[in-house]
């Protein structure tokens, strides 16, 4: 850097400084000047303040006059929302919106839990039952319950599912309190939704669902009231449609295939139906019905008609996606109301939730007992049921034994009622044997195919001569089937055997399983039933005993014989998976059996039966009517 660069950078250093001095205020000029910004900020301050209160002011107004435009906004809306219930209700707009309420009430029997909305019973359990898992017995999905009442009014539809019902007991408003219960008295509870043209309810003008609940009934009086209802419905309404459906829930441990979850339901004046038990169903009825009922293996829920239901639409099916880990199968019915419009009284009705006992239905005279699966279709087992066994064991029932004692008592007096029938089977084998040298003979003398005519007629030839029917055995054995069959229908659809426990059996109603396996064998199952195992061998020896005694006759149908061994087996895989109580019957019979075979062969001595039939060769035989006339014709072709 040079000298003159130097000077320079100097000169302009003085010329900073010398300017900065010069431009410095004096005292009096900053005074002024502070005195200046300090009125500037206080006229700021008060400014603000006046800003703020005039905005606080502005503020309290706008607040004011938006809550002026809200309540304008929700008398408007209020307004407006009343009209789309009108829009969708009508006359019963003023009970189309509400909170739902849940109102529990028990009797003695029942434990029926109701909703406002729709004013129908949501939950129904029974007191005196368990499912078989111990837990509270509850007939249906609570979740999925609904009954429905549809009728016409101001052009439109009106469901009552939709609508919130007033509850009222014993006709008071009910105040909100725990309802009283029906233990020792009965308990009217009505749930009514009102009607009016207005926002204001009319207390004169309601449709009623009306429960009477008794204390040792599983009956529920049901009646539909419209009260005031002449210019509400349809001047042209004749009927109203009840739409009632439910899913139905297991409560068993094994399902009967022959007792499965379905409807049954009663012709007015006719007989009952159902439909199918096994698989999803539908039925449209044109005539008149009494009853309804949503049927399971031991419960029912029917709904009985005071009069009749015009008609019916039934239907039962499978829902892909069920709401219960114990759904069994969806059951509806849509029926017709009969009312009149001039005129409208109340529609009575009442429902029965309880046990299918054979007792309990029977007594309400409706033929509600034609649901337990009897034999109906075959009159006779349905009578050896009604007229002799549930007698019988409803007797031997009330001494306070234990089930296993039942069963076996009804089986030995089945057996003594039985026993002229065994005795003349015995009898019928025991002359087989005694004949069954000669038949022998026979055989071998006619070796050939082609003469099996000739040795059927000589031992026919034989038989007729010695005085013995080889039919006189089978007609015995055909005489006792109706009861061997009676008993297969009777035991599964016993309620008096569900969850009464025998020996290793837990419950009598179901399959009694001593040994559960890994996997599962086809038409056998997963377990082991030890009353069917014993059953099933003791039928084999009583075959093998009786092939033994019929002598002659299983060496002419060998492949009967084979069927005879084969069906044990057959039904060791059907009665695997069915009611103990019966395969524990039908053990019982064949022990019976065989005690009874060994006291005949010592009560039938067979060398005097043999000396009796040498006896009865020797008297003439006389040919019957139509032996002559096939004889006759015989020799007419001979001539020929």
């Not at 010329?15 to 700021?44: C, F, N």
């Not at 449209?284 to 029917?302: D, G």
């Not at 880990?325 to 059951?331: F, N, V, W």
């Not at 050896?384 to 008592?409: D, E």
């Amino acid at each position: 850097m040079n000298r003159d660069t130097i000077i320079g950078f100097i000169l302009i250093a003085l010329i900073l400084v010398g300017y900065s001095i010069w431009m410095t205020p004096s005292k009096e000029e900053m005074a002024a000047r502070q005195y200046k910004h300090d009125s500037i900020v206080q006229a700021k301050l008060q400014q603000r303040k006046t800003d703020s209160i005039r905005m606080a002011e502005e503020m309290a107004s706008l607040q004011t006059k938006q809550e002026e435009v809200v309540n304008n906004l929700v008398l408007t809306d209020s307004a407006s929302a009343f009209r789309d219930l009108q829009d969708r209700f009508g006359f019963f707009a003023v009970s189309g919106s509400g909170v739902e309420e849940l109102l529990e009430v028990e009797s003695n029997q029942l434990k029926l839990t109701f909703s406002s909305k729709g004013g129908f019973i949501q939950k129904i359990e029974l007191k005196n039952y368990q499912t078989w898992d111990t837990l509270p017995l509850v007939i249906y999905d609570p979740s999925t319950a609904k009954l429905d009442l549809s009728f016409f009014s101001r052009n439109r539809t009106i469901n009552t599912s939709a609508l919130f019902f007033k509850p009222f007991i014993n006709g008071k408003p009910f105040d909100g309190n725990q309802l009283p219960a029906a233990l020792h008295d009965s308990l009217t509870i009505s749930f009514r939704a009102f009607a009016s043209e207005n926002e204001i309810a009319d207390a004169n003008k309601y449709l009623a669902f009306d429960y009477t609940i008794y204390p040792d009934d599983y009956k529920v009086g049901f009646a539909i009231d419209f009260k005031g209802m002449n210019n509400v419905l349809a001047s042209n309404t004749s009927f109203v449609n009840l739409d009632w459906t439910v899913d139905l829930l297991n409560q068993e441990r094994a399902v009967d295939r022959f007792n499965g979850p379905t409807i049954y339901f009663k012709h007015l004046n006719d007989e009952v139906d159902y439909l199918s038990e096994t698989k999803s169903d539908e039925k449209s009825i044109q005539t008149r019905v009494k009853w309804i009922s949503f049927k399971q293996q031991f419960f029912s829920s029917a709904l009985v008609a005071g009069d009749y239901f015009e008609n019916a639409d039934l239907r039962t099916f499978d829902k892909e996606q069920p709401s219960s880990t114990r759904y069994m199968k969806s059951a509806g019915a849509s029926m017709d109301l009969p009312v009149n419009p001039a005129a409208f009284e109340k529609i009575p009705m009442f429902f029965y939730f309880g046990p299918n006992s054979y007792k309990e239905l029977k007594s309400y005279d409706l033929d509600l007992e034609r649901q337990i699966p009897l034999g109906w279709g075959f009159f006779l087992l349905a009578w050896i049921n009604i007229y002799l066994v549930i007698p019988v064991f409803n007797i031997l029932g009330s001494f306070g034994w234990n089930y296993g004692i039942v069963i076996l008592v009804l089986t030995i007096i089945l057996k003594m009622f039985l026993l002229p029938i065994a005795y003349k089977t015995y009898t019928s084998s025991a002359k087989m044997r005694v004949l069954k040298p000669e038949v022998d003979e026979i055989n071998a003398k006619f070796p050939k195919q082609e003469d099996a005519m000739k040795k059927q007629q000589a031992i026919m030839s034989l038989y007729k001569r010695a005085g013995a029917n080889p039919m006189s055995g089978c007609i015995p054995m055909l005489l006792q089937m109706p009861i061997l069959i009676a008993m297969f229908r009777f035991f599964p659809s016993s309620i008096e055997l569900r969850q009464k426990s025998f020996l290793w059996a837990h419950d009598l109603s179901s399959y009694d399983s001593i040994f559960d396996l890994p996997f599962n064998i086809p038409f056998y199952g997963s377990h082991v039933s030890l009353f069917t195992l014993l059953m099933t061998i003791s039928t084999i020896i009583y075959t093998h005993l009786n092939n033994q005694m019929m002598g002659s006759q299983s060496n002419q149908l060998p492949g009967m014989k084979t069927m005879m061994y084969l069906m044990p087996v057959m039904f060791l895989g059907l009665f695997n998976n069915y009611a103990s109580g019966l395969s524990y019957y039908y053990l019982l019979a064949n022990l019976i059996t065989f005690a009874q075979m060994y006291l005949f062969r010592f009560a039938i001595n067979e060398d005097k039966l043999r000396l009796k039939i040498e006896e009865n060769k020797k008297k003439p035989v006389k040919k019957s009517a139509f032996q002559q006339r096939l004889e006759e014709a015989a020799r007419q072709r001979g001539m020929k």
